[in-house]
């Protein structure tokens, strides 16, 4: 019997884009940007969400709706993964460059 422990992805990303300063908070705490994705594509909405962004988040799953994750760096810093409500495409951004 093998153990699957990867979880299987809610939904697709389409296109991945990174804003500049998401790039360089990635670069700057030496993470990558597919470490914050996929655990957005999985549902882990990350660090600091109020609960009613969760909520949505789980609405967003039923009903197509925009999805957000917020994550923080080895650096501290807040990192946004928003993917939008028809899947065409999923951005890492900084919070001041929404």
Same mark, same amino acid.
């Given at each position: ?18 804003? &500049?300063?998401?790039?360089? !908070?990635? +670069?700057? $705490?030496? *993470?990558?940007?597919?470490?914050? /994705?996929? %655990? ?10 109020? &609960?009613?962004?969760?909520? !949505?988040? +789980?609405? $967003?799953? *039923?009903?197509?709706?925009?999805? /957000?994750? %917020? ?28």
């Amino acid at each position: 019997m093998t153990n699957n422990t990867q979880a299987r992805s809610l939904f697709a990303l389409g296109q991945i884009f990174m804003t &500049p300063g998401a790039e360089n !908070a990635l +670069e700057s $705490a030496d *993470q990558s940007p597919f470490e914050f /994705l996929a %655990r957005h594509r999985v549902g882990d909405w990350g660090e600091g969400l109020p &609960p009613e962004d969760i909520q !949505a988040n +789980e609405e $967003a799953l *039923q009903h197509d709706l925009r999805l /957000l994750s %917020r994550y923080i760096t080895k650096q501290d810093e807040v990192i946004w993964v928003i993917t939008e409500y028809d899947r065409s495409c999923t951005t890492l951004l900084l919070p001041a460059e929404y």
